[in-house]
């Protein structure tokens, strides 16, 4: 197998600077996750009970509530070749080693520092800590100086009913000074840790969302959160995540994974949890968008769109989208009885449509099918369908396998689909964040 380069974030969880970060050379990224975690003194690849996200991009993160680490490796360049140590034994020693073809170890800087006569002082050996070089920036204030800057923009409080046995708890808050993900993660887990203790003595499941927008708003934000936290009491670990940063990263995916995606019991597995979140979303926008994003992580495709359709002018409009094109796709409206989008709406529940060469098909029409700047080959369509009623259609473009989707797939974008058409169907019945005046 052939040898890569990856670079290796460490890092602890709401920490502003990383334990560890540096390009290491191995076969795959669980390798180079490794010799990551040797570096800082750890041992093992994936730490059990954590969480593993494996994006399109080939960028893999990894969140371990347990011992309050986040570590994250993505496809590198190979580095530049580093000047010689100006140490006469060391470099001898080293050519000695380079020419034998012996690993050249690399020494610590307190070493490289150390007047000759001095002798090190007995101590436990300390982990590797390599910091980011980094350029100016704004400073961030720590979590305690900004906390009453706090602006609460809206919050949603839901008991256990019938349909929803669960004490949801929602809250979104503005932060309108400059701050890094670090200290807005660190201010979000600790809203929500108080949340949690306010909610310690009820019966029942917990769900807690906490979300820190860098902006006001009043009906609905200009961009997404800039950290996310939520809790779910069935699980053992705190969800992270930073939509603003996620959007502004794979709005355009530049390619897909080389990782394939895990076996279709581990994809519908996590399917299943995810999709309880359909639960608490506000609108169909917002399950469209959670789908799509569900499917690029499960389904890795060139390109996702959900469509709706649009009773009023009798039109497919682009409500979701990710990947190539994505920003262009947005809010585009199509005419309903063309193409192979067409044909799909046509489809029964659970029916999936699936081309290997879509523009070989005489249905597929270039203007309505195509995807801006795609090379578009194979096409997997799955309509909204609930109890004989169409509402839309999904769509992704150029699977993860030689361009393909595989029935596998298809599994996965038909529990999806069937999970989300029932949300679309009944609307956005559940009660709205109230918004704070």
């Given at each position: 197998?052939?040898?890569?380069?990856?670079?290796?974030?460490?890092?602890?969880?709401?920490?502003?600077?990383?334990l560890?970060?540096?390009?290491?050379?191995?076969?795959?990224?669980?390798?180079?996750?490794?010799?990551?975690?040797?570096?800082?003194?750890?041992s093992?690849?994936?730490?059990?009970g954590?969480?593993?996200?494996v994006?399109?991009?080939?960028?893999?993160?990894?969140q371990?509530?347990?011992?309050r680490?986040?570590?994250?490796?993505?496809?590198?360049?190979?580095?530049?070749?580093?000047?010689?140590?100006?140490d006469a034994?060391?470099?001898?020693?080293?050519?000695?080693?380079a020419i034998?073809?012996?690993?050249?170890?690399?020494?610590p800087?307190?070493a490289?520092?150390?007047?000759?006569?001095?002798?090190?002082?007995?101590h436990?050996?300390e982990?590797?800590?390599?910091r980011?070089?980094s350029?100016p920036?704004?400073?961030?204030?720590?979590?305690?100086?900004?906390?009453?800057?706090?602006?609460?923009?809206a919050?949603?409080?839901?008991?256990?009913?019938?349909?929803?046995?669960?004490?949801?708890?929602?809250?979104?808050?503005?932060?309108?000074?400059?701050?890094?993900?670090?200290?807005?993660?660190?201010?979000a887990?600790?809203?929500?840790?108080?949340?949690?203790?306010?909610?310690?003595?009820?019966?029942?499941a917990?769900f807690?969302?906490?979300?820190?927008?860098?902006?006001?708003?009043?009906?609905?934000p200009d961009?997404?959160?800039?950290?996310?936290?939520?809790?779910k009491?069935?699980?053992?670990?705190?969800?992270i995540?930073?939509?603003?940063?996620?959007?502004?990263?794979?709005s355009?995916a530049?390619?897909?994974?080389?990782?394939?995606?895990?076996?279709?019991e581990?994809?519908?597995?996590?399917?299943?949890?995810?999709?309880?979140?359909?639960?608490?979303?506000k609108?169909r926008?917002?399950?469209?968008?959670f789908a799509?994003?569900?499917?690029?992580?499960?389904?890795?495709?060139?390109?996702?769109?959900?469509?709706?359709?649009?009773?009023?002018?009798?039109?497919f409009?682009?409500?979701?989208?990710?990947?190539?094109?994505?920003?262009?796709r947005?809010?585009?409206?199509?005419?309903?009885?063309s193409?192979?989008?067409?044909?799909?709406?046509?489809?029964?529940?659970?029916?999936v449509?699936?081309?290997?060469d879509?523009?070989?098909?005489?249905?597929?029409?270039?203007?309505?099918?195509?995807v801006?700047?795609?090379d578009?080959?194979?096409?997997?369509?799955?309509?909204?369908v609930?109890?004989?009623?169409?509402?839309?259609?999904?769509?992704?473009a150029?699977?993860?396998?030689r361009?393909?989707f595989?029935?596998?797939?298809?599994?996965?974008?038909?529990y999806?689909t069937?999970?989300?058409?029932?949300?679309?169907?009944?609307?956005a019945?559940?009660?709205?964040a109230?918004?704070?005046?």
């Open positions: 197998m052939a040898t890569k380069y990856w670079k290796v974030e460490i890092s602890a969880l709401g920490g502003s600077e990383p560890f970060l540096g390009t290491v050379e191995a076969p795959t990224w669980p390798g180079a996750l490794q010799q990551g975690r040797a570096l800082i003194g750890e093992g690849g994936v730490p059990a954590a969480s593993c996200n994006n399109p991009n080939g960028t893999v993160t990894i371990d509530a347990r011992q680490r986040r570590y994250q490796v993505l496809p590198a360049e190979a580095p530049s070749p580093t000047p010689p140590v100006s034994a060391g470099s001898s020693a080293n050519r000695a080693r034998s073809g012996d690993p050249i170890p690399l020494q800087r307190e490289l520092d150390r007047s000759p006569r001095e002798e090190p002082a007995a436990a050996p982990p590797v800590r390599v980011r070089a350029a920036r704004p400073t961030s204030p720590p979590p305690a100086t900004v906390e009453n800057k706090l602006i609460l923009l919050s949603r409080d839901e008991r256990p009913t019938s349909s929803s046995p669960i004490h949801f708890r929602e809250r979104m808050y503005a932060l309108p000074v400059h701050f890094q993900t670090g200290t807005g993660e660190q201010l887990t600790k809203l929500l840790r108080d949340i949690q203790n306010e909610l310690a003595q009820e019966r029942g917990r807690v969302r906490i979300e820190l927008f860098d902006h006001i708003w009043k009906r609905e961009h997404p959160p800039v950290v996310r936290v939520e809790w009491d069935w699980n053992e670990s705190i969800d995540e930073f939509p603003l940063d996620e959007e502004t990263r794979h355009e530049p390619r897909i994974s080389s990782v394939p995606p895990p076996r279709t581990d994809r519908l597995a996590l399917a299943f949890e995810a999709c309880h979140d359909l639960l608490f979303m609108n926008a917002e399950a469209l968008e799509v994003h569900l499917l690029e992580e499960l389904v890795p495709s060139e390109a996702t769109a959900a469509f709706l359709l649009d009773i009023n002018t009798d039109q409009r682009i409500v979701a989208a990710r990947g190539t094109g994505a920003n262009a947005h809010s585009t409206g199509l005419p309903s009885a193409g192979l989008l067409a044909a799909a709406s046509e489809l029964g529940e659970h029916a449509l699936v081309l290997a879509a523009a070989a098909d005489p249905r597929f029409d270039e203007n309505i099918d195509g801006p700047g795609l578009v080959r194979a096409l997997l369509y799955r309509p909204l609930h109890r004989g009623r169409m509402f839309g259609v999904l769509q992704l150029n699977g993860s396998v361009g393909m595989t029935e596998a797939d298809c599994e996965v974008v038909d999806i069937q999970q989300l058409s029932v949300f679309v169907a009944r609307g019945s559940m009660p709205k109230k918004a704070i005046s």
